[in-house]
C-alpha cells in the first residue's frame, strides 16, 4: 500500500531540504577553505606565518570531501564505469545492480559506523594548533557513510519495485541527469 500524497510530498520537501543545506554547507566549506589557505599564504610572505592555517585547511579539506561525497551519491553522480554491464541481457543488468547497491550499502555503513568509532576515541584529544577536539575531523564521515547507505538501500528497492527491467535500466541510466 502506497503512503498518502501528502506524506510523500512532506518527505520530498524534507529530502530536498537536507540536498539543499548539504549544498550550501559544502559552499561555505569551500569560501572558508580559500580563505584558511589564502591566509596561511599571506602570512607566510610576511614573515609571520599563522600556525593553525594548514591543520585547518586540513580539517575543511575532510569535512569538504565527505559533503562532496554526500552530494555525489544523493545526485546519483559518481563515477560509474557501465560498459560490461551494458552487454549483459536485461536479468544480468538488475543483478550487477543490485549488487552495486549492496556495495553502497555495505561500504556507507561501515564508513558510519566505524567513524562514530573514531568520533567516541578522539572526543577528548585537542588538535594541536586549533582548539578543537580531533573527533570533528571525523563527524563529517559519520553523515558521508550513513547518507551512502540509505541512498543504496533506497535506490535498491526503487530497483526492486521497478517490475519493468526496461524501466529500471534507464532509470539507473537517467540518475545522473536527475
Known amino acids: ?3 498518502p500524497p501528502a ?4 518527505a520530498t520537501r524534507l529530502v530536498a531540504a537536507f540536498d539543499r543545506a548539504v549544498a550550501w554547507t559544502a559552499s561555505a566549506a569551500l569560501i572558508l577553505l580559500l580563505g584558511v589557505v589564502t591566509a596561511g599564504i599571506v602570512s ?6 599563522f600556525s593553525w592555517t594548514d591543520e585547518m ?13 554526500i552530494l555525489a551519491t544523493r545526485r ?24 552495486i547497491q549492496v556495495g553502497l550499502v555495505v561500504v ?3 564508513v558510519g559506523v566505524m567513524s562514530i568509532r573514531l568520533v567516541v576515541v578522539n572526543h577528548d584529544i585537542e588538535a594541536v594548533s586549533i582548539p578543537v577536539s580531533t ?27 521497478v517490475a519493468d527491467p526496461k524501466r529500471a535500466r534507464d532509470a539507473v541510466a537517467g540518475d545522473a541527469a536527475a
Open 57 to 69: 585547511a586540513g580539517y575543511l579539506m575532510v569535512w569538504l570531501a565527505s559533503l562532496g561525497w
Open 76 to 99: 546519483r553522480a559518481h563515477i560509474r564505469i557501465r560498459f560490461f554491464q551494458d552487454f549483459l541481457p536485461r536479468a544480468g543488468f538488475r543483478v550487477v545492480e543490485a549488487a
Open 135 to 161: 573527533a570533528w575531523l571525523y563527524v563529517p564521515l559519520v553523515a558521508a557513510g550513513f547518507t551512502a547507505a540509505a541512498q543504496g538501500l533506497a535506490d535498491l528497492a526503487t530497483r526492486i519495485a
Open 7 to 10: 506524506r510523500m510530498a512532506a
Open 44 to 49: 607566510r610572505e610576511l614573515d609571520h606565518p
Open 108 to 110: 556507507g555503513a561501515v
Open 1 to 3: 500500500m502506497a503512503p
